[in-house]
């Protein structure tokens, strides 16, 4: 049994929403559930349609939900959740109309504005009135290549609100990188930032606009707004013949409150983009109704978001967790936006926000939590987060040292809740609950009512061994599908062609005696030495400890009718790779992990291959070291990065 770092008391369980929803579904369907976070999954995945069907009334979704809760059909994806409802997902995320904080960005260097929600209602009908003005009607698609801004949110809002199709990279994404995104789904507007800022140096965007415009002749306005708390940038470049409008100017639009029509339940909400580091990305289209379900369910009942909470997650527009962060509107909580450089002039910058703000969930990439432990380790609750609830962590999986580290030196009663999902779902399929207590290492079980399981290469299910994720029941979130695939070949391709009838995810875990479930990476990346199918996350888990290595990343190599592993690792500045290093290493991963983990190399690289949104690119680097085209270099961050892997002669040996 793992060691138990927290669990709720008595008093915050009884106070918390899924208590309140256990008494709503146990009087409605005459059952006891005994604050018993297993009988209340149990029953959630066995009566699927009738926990959405509750909980939609529970949560109190605006709408018109219909009469009938599932459509059912043979085909997985096929099967529709409360068919005939309709709704109104802008309508839904603004909840309140008053004077009270909806929503507040606060850059890098200090910049700080406020939103109350009565400004929000007020911006999100000038935006509408624009967008209809511009003739986007419903099912058009809207592109925002800009910073996790208000503006932006509020540009989100007002397209869901007209029931258009909204998609967004952020500016890290270069201009190759934005065009083989956008070009896919022939956009008519955009909207689009002057510049932005990122450790201190400024990046001018709106130099990019002319290159973008020319490869997406379907673009015929452009909104340009202004980075929040600095002057605006003038064009250097000639912009070819479009309708070009600046954010100021569309807000002196005098507007009237506006009641915003619903749509179908299955009606395109937003579009978002595999990483597309194996090919083209992917345009993942997702429904309305799912995602807000889904959204709300993981919010209040798995983070007991409440009105009046202060919710942040560091995000940028480019990845899936922002989306999840606007969603917090729709509990009537308020939304804390970062944009810049986590570690700006200061490590724990995140956390110094966090406190002064009050924030009530806090969420971070297991990665920050890793790179907070090796630059302040000895951090010892130097802020009170009084207010801190519930810190969620994802991304990557949290090792155990990032667990020990959060109650050791960040807050020790917090709820840490590592969830794990994926743009795919734009959600979660494991994270945490107010129910159960927090053990090292763990996520703490499903999400309500999803049938997740894990399997082996025949297809049956194991525990307390690795194996591939999979969900065995249909849910709302699952995709509407792919833009642009012809009899939906790709989506079929890309969840159900490992086992019939069944969404398989693609990530390599196990499911623990507690029930709680270990991510081990990305299953097209697990090692396979001597036939032996092994997790990369083991190997980080035990590389992260030592403070001479500040990144790694892990491969296994073809070599002599087998596989042999390869570790890369970058040095923090003022270490060395010695050999006393490199002797603890190995030791280290034998003795924690085991001798088939040790690696056969262990490589100095300057830097590590990772994609837009900072996940370390394993498969990029296995085809680079193998001599093997890569398909997508500009989904990557850092695509130079590969360069050094490239005819390495400690691999020719």
């Not at 079980?445 to 049938?451: P, Q, R, S, V």
């Amino acid at each position: 049994m793992t060691k138990k770092l927290w669990q709720a008391s008595l008093n915050q369980k009884k106070n918390s929403n899924l208590f309140q929803f256990e008494k709503y579904i146990s009087n409605e369907f005459n059952i006891k559930l005994n604050n018993d976070f297993k009988k209340i999954l149990d029953w959630s995945i066995k009566n699927s349609s009738d926990f959405w069907s509750s909980f939609w009334d529970f949560a109190k979704i605006n709408g018109i939900k219909s009469n009938k809760k599932i459509k059912k059909s043979k085909i997985f994806y096929k099967n529709l959740f409360l068919p005939g409802s309709k709704l109104n997902f802008a309508n839904n995320l603004l909840a309140k109309n008053n004077k009270e904080k909806a929503a507040t960005f606060i850059s890098e260097n200090g910049f700080r504005e406020e939103r109350n929600w009565q400004k929000l209602n007020e911006s999100t009908n000038k935006l509408v009135q624009f967008l209809k003005n511009k003739k986007i009607k419903k099912k058009d698609r809207v592109a925002a290549y800009m910073p996790n801004t208000i503006e932006t949110v509020e540009a989100f809002i007002a397209t869901s609100a007209i029931g258009a199709i909204w998609s967004s990279c952020s500016p890290d994404f270069g201009v190759k990188g934005v065009i083989e995104r956008f070009s896919q789904i022939n956009p008519k507007i955009l909207f689009i930032t002057d510049q932005y800022f990122y450790n201190g140096k400024q990046i001018n965007i709106i130099d990019r606009l002319p290159e973008i415009l020319k490869a997406i002749p379907s673009i015929k306005n452009v909104v340009v707004t202004n980075y929040p708390g600095k002057s605006s940038i003038k064009y250097k470049k000639k912009i070819k013949k479009v309708n070009l409008t600046s954010w100021i100017e569309l807000m002196k639009i005098n507007i009237k409150d506006m009641i915003y029509p619903n749509f179908d339940f299955e009606h395109e909400l937003a579009i978002l983009y595999s990483s597309g580091t194996t090919g083209k990305p992917k345009c993942i289209c997702h429904r309305t109704g799912g995602v807000l379900i889904q959204h709300k369910k993981e919010h209040q009942l798995h983070c007991d978001i409440k009105e009046g909470d202060n919710v942040f997650y560091f995000t940028t527009c480019g990845w899936m967790m922002w989306n999840w962060l606007i969603s917090s509107l729709a509990s009537k909580a308020s939304i804390v936006l970062f944009d810049g450089s986590p570690m700006f002039k200061k490590d724990d910058l995140l956390l110094k926000i966090a406190d002064k703000e009050k924030i009530t969930l806090l969420g971070v990439s297991a990665k920050y939590i890793d790179a907070l432990r090796k630059f302040k380790p000895t951090l010892k609750y130097r802020y009170k987060l009084n207010k801190l609830k519930t810190i969620c962590s994802t991304g990557s999986p949290l090792s155990n040292d990032g667990f020990k580290y959060v109650y050791q030196n960040i807050k020790k009663d917090v709820h840490l809740s590592s969830i794990s999902g994926g743009t795919d779902i734009v959600s979660c399929f494991v994270l945490g609950n107010i129910y159960q207590p927090v053990h090292m290492g763990e996520i703490q079980n499903k999400g309500l009512a999803l049938n997740v399981d894990i399997l082996n290469d025949k297809g049956k299910p194991i525990k307390n061994s690795k194996g591939e994720l999979v969900c065995k029941n249909p849910f709302p979130t699952m995709p509407l599908k792919f833009w642009n695939d012809k009899n939906d070949n790709k989506f079929k391709d890309a969840y159900f062609n490992r086992f019939p009838n069944t969404w398989h995810h693609g990530d390599f875990a196990e499911i623990k005696t507690t029930r709680g479930f270990i991510i081990h990476g990305r299953s097209d990346t697990t090692l396979n030495p001597g036939g032996v199918r092994l997790g990369t996350a083991e190997i980080y888990s035990e590389v992260e400890k030592f403070k001479e290595i500040k990144e790694s990343i892990v491969v296994g190599q073809s070599w002599d009718n087998d596989i042999r592993i390869v570790l890369f690792i970058v040095m923090n500045a003022k270490f060395l790779l010695t050999e006393d290093l490199l002797k603890k290493i190995k030791a280290q991963i034998r003795k924690n992990a085991s001798p088939r983990h040790v690696p056969s190399k262990v490589i100095v690289v300057k830097d590590i291959p990772r994609t837009k949104s900072g996940k370390i690119v394993e498969l990029a680097v296995k085809n680079t070291i193998e001599g093997n085209n890569i398909k997508n270099e500009e989904a990557l961050a850092n695509p130079k990065a590969l360069e050094q892997f490239k005819g390495l002669k400690e691999l020719s040996i």
